[in-house]
Every structure is written in structure tokens, then in C-alpha cells.
């Protein structure tokens, strides 16, 4: 196999090392492919292109570092919060290649601080032009569909790039590297097949401004493993594309396994949404720590989204300090379109492509300790409710610190804050509790409400007085309960 020393191109007054890299990337796909590697040392550049057939090696005590300077990253074609149309190139882009792999010790450095703070100044109101926004603007002058939402970005067309994107490609490895400081979501694999991430660090400040660690989107046949994450948003994430555009491509996320990765910090540790309108299904999550991250196990959809989420397994999770360790939501309040009022109603409405399926999600042998908002949250839609999920085997302790603040479980339609609580439930059905302990510093373990074929099996509280019920339910029909059932309590009574 050929080897590409990138300092074999450079000339000593280089300061900026684009120039060798994309030489090497190219002599390297000249030559039918090979290592492009990078001996120990800092090296400037601008975007990369990688090529098929082709490692970009990093050796260790190597820094790729990119620049800040926002028009030297060219227009091109991208998947951008869901859509897809045009925007700055990513950081490292590779489009329509096979047998591509990132490889090494090395760091890859985003220097994302320059991008963050346009965004701010967005954020506040404040306008940003420049010549390249205004090419992504002309690119994407026929492209509408984001306009009427809550995207901050788009009306200025400053659509930060991801650090690293593969986009449409196949055989793809990315192993031992730390990847940081991105101008947006850090690791981002759009309509792949077969992809391998292997010992990676992820990291992020915590106010990175759309810092996710790994999205995943519109891809098949992925195996996350042995990964670290510390991030400003969510770790790992499933995606399909978002709305109408997601739904006309029609390429699900499926068959993803992700094992032995530690999360610490971010808003969740795996995530699956909220743009989900090409489908997620056939997710396996096992062997994962997750510590400080905001939710654990999270799913979010709402009545834009369609499509589904289906064919969850979660088992053998370790949880430290999560705000929520499992939260379901399909009535994800943001992201939605302004102008529709009916997407955020209280009441049910026609079910439509545009309605959000999530079933089939099975969680097992979960510990979460000092859980600060609640121990469980599942909320479906009244037309659609959330079916066939099932806990076993799951302890779900709150932290009894009366000075520790709760918040939101999750972003429902409506504000709702929880401190120390046990599990909630909204149009739920076909929901199953096998062996479930939880430990509330306030109020019930369980509530159900407008709830239909529910199965409890050994439902325990270990902080209940003897006079306070377990479980509170309304507008709850089929309720099977195998053990406790002296204490319950319909809600509104006394």
C-alpha cells in the first residue's frame, strides 16, 4: 500500500499546510489509493476533500487545525439540521466515496469559537452578511421549506459545517483520533452504509451552540463502539432527514448498534430525533455510562416529523446524575412550524404521513442514581399514543437533595417541570413494568393518564410512606397489575 508523507510536500515557509494535504489526497487517489499520513507536528489548513480508497492517518502528537476564516470553505451540496440543500463545506468532506477511513492518535481541531459567536450574534438578533453567505443564499434561492420554523440560522444562510461529513458513501472507518471544537454537530454521516466508529473522543465545550458529538443520518449498518464523549449537546444521535424533505428521500437509520462508549455531559446520551421523517429502526444501545448528560435515553418527534421510531433495545446502561434517565416524547414542542397552531393543540387531529409512529421500544437492566427532574418520562400523542414499551429490570433512584433543581423531563407541548419525581405518563399503550424500582424524593413511582393496556409486575417504591400510592392513574383503562395493588390511587382522589 502506498504511503503519502504529507511533509514530503511542503516547503519551509509554508504556514498553512491545505495545499500538501489535498496534493497528498490527490496523489494518493492518483495512485489507486493508500495512507495520506501525518507525522507528529501542528498543521494549518483549510477544508479537506477525501478521496475513495484512501486513510488519513494522524499520528500521535499530531494537530489538524483548521482555519476560522469562513470564505475559504466553498458551497457545496450537504445535509443541513435535517435538510438537504446547500452550505459551507465541511471541515473534512468526503461525497460519493467507498473504503475511506480516518485513522491514528491524532487531534482534529475545529476552532469552532469564531463560528459559535456568529451564531450568538444571530441568537440576538443581530444581522451577518458576507459573500459566501450570500452564494448560499443564491444556491438555495428555491428551497423554502425551513423558513417557518425556529432555525435561527436560516434567514442569514450562515449554515455552519459540521467538522467532519461523510455524504453518501460506503466502507467507511473512523478509529482512535479526538475530534473538537466543531463549528457545528462534530461527526455527521449522512445516507452511508456500513461504517465502523471505533475508540474516538468526541468533545465539545458545553455551550457550543448545536455541539452534538455523532449524527447519524439516513444511514445503514453502523457499529458505534468504545467511543468517549463530552459535548455541548446531544452525544450520539439518530436522524432521517426532517418534514416533507426528509420524507421524499425516504431513507431510514437502521440497523445501528452502539456499545461500550462513555457519555459525560451533554443533553442526551443517545438520542433518537427529532428529525426522524425518513424513519429510525432496528437500534441496539448496550454496555454504555452515561454521566452528567441532561437525558439518557431520549426520543423526540412531533406532528411535522411522520415516519417512525421503532425497534429500540436498551439494555445494561449505568446512569450518574442525568436530569431524566429515559424520556419519550412525541409532542416535541420545537422545530415546529409557527404559523400552525394545530402542532402544538391539546386536542387529537387526523392522523396523516405527517403523524410520528413510535412503538416496539424495550429498555432492561438500567441503574440511574441522583436523577435530578424524573425518573421516567413517556408522552404520545392523543391521536397517536406511544405503544408497546416495555421496562425490566430497571432501578431509577432520584437524588434526595431537596437543593438540587429539577426542569423539564423533556420538551413536551406544554411546560412541564419535575423535581425529584417519579415516572409520568401521557397517551401510552400496550406499556409493560417487569421488576421496576424507583426511588422518588416526592410523590407517587408511577402516574398514568389516559393510558390503555398496561401490564405492572413488581413495581416497587422504596421511599413510599405506607399511606402514599405507588401508582396514580386517570383515564386509564386495562390495568393488570401484579402486586401492589392496595396502593393506588386514582388522581384527584384522596
Known sequence: MSLFNVKDYQVQ???????????????????????????????????????????????????????????????????????????????????????????????????????????????????????????IAEANKEFTEPADTNLVEWSSQ?????????????????????????PFWNTHLVFCHNVSIQNVTFHNPSDTPNGDGLDIDSCQNVRITDCHFDVGDDCVVLKSGINQDGRNYGVPTKNVTVANCTMHHGHGGVVFGSENSGGIENITVSNCIFDGTDRG??????????????????????????????????????????????????????????TPIVEQINISHITAKNCRAAAGFIYGLPEMPVRKVSLEHVTLEMTQD?????????????????????????????????????KARKGPALQLYNAKRIKIEELTSTNQSDHEAVLVYKDTEELHIVGNESNLQKAGEK
Not at 418527534?301 to 450518574?320: A, C, F, K, P, W
Not at 407541548?413 to 423535581?419: H, Q, S
Open 402 to 438: 431537596e437543593a438540587v433543581p429539577g426542569g423539564e423531563p423533556d420538551m413536551v407541548r406544554e411546560v412541564i417541570e419535575m423535581a425529584g419525581e417519579g415516572i409520568y405518563t401521557k397517551y401510552v399503550e400496550d406499556l409493560r413494568f417487569h421488576h421496576v424500582e424507583v
Open 13 to 135: 515557509e509554508d504556514t498553512d499546510s491545505s495545499r500538501a494535504i489535498q496534493q497528498a489526497i490527490d496523489d494518493c487517489e492518483n495512485a489507486g489509493g493508500g495512507t495520506v499520513y501525518l507525522p507528529s507536528g501542528t498543521y494549518h489548513t483549510g477544508p479537506i476533500a477525501l478521496k475513495s480508497n484512501m486513510t488519513l492517518y494522524l499520528d500521535a502528537g499530531t494537530v489538524l487545525s483548521f482555519t476560522d476564516d469562513f470564505e475559504r470553505y466553498p458551497v457545496v451540496k450537504t445535509r443541513w439540521s435535517g435538510y438537504v440543500c446547500q452550505g459551507f463545506m465541511p471541515l473534512i468532506f468526503a461525497s460519493n466515496v467507498t473504503n475511506v477511513a480516518i485513522k491514528g492518535d491524532g487531534i482534529i481541531d475545529g476552532n469552532g469559537s469564531a463560528w459559535w459567536q456568529v451564531n450568538k450574534q444571530l441568537r440576538n438578533g443581530e444581522p451577518y452578511q458576507s459573500p459566501r453567505t450570500a452564494e
Open 158 to 182: 450562515f449554515l455552519r459545517p459540521p467538522l467532519i461529513q461523510f455524504f453518501e458513501a460506503e466502507h467507511i472507518t473512523i478509529s482512535g483520533v479526538t475530534v473538537k471544537n466543531s
Open 297 to 354: 435515553i431520549r426520543i423526540k418527534t412531533n406532528r411535522e416529523r411522520g415516519s417512525y421510531i421503532r425497534n429500540i433495545l436498551v439494555q445494561n446502561i449505568m446512569m450518574d446524575n442525568v436530569l431524566c434517565p429515559v424520556a419519550i416524547n412525541s409532542f416535541y414542542r420545537h422545530g415546529v412550524s409557527k404559523s400552525n397552531p394545530e402542532l402544538l393543540d391539546a386536542a387529537p387531529v387526523a392522523v396523516t404521513e405527517k
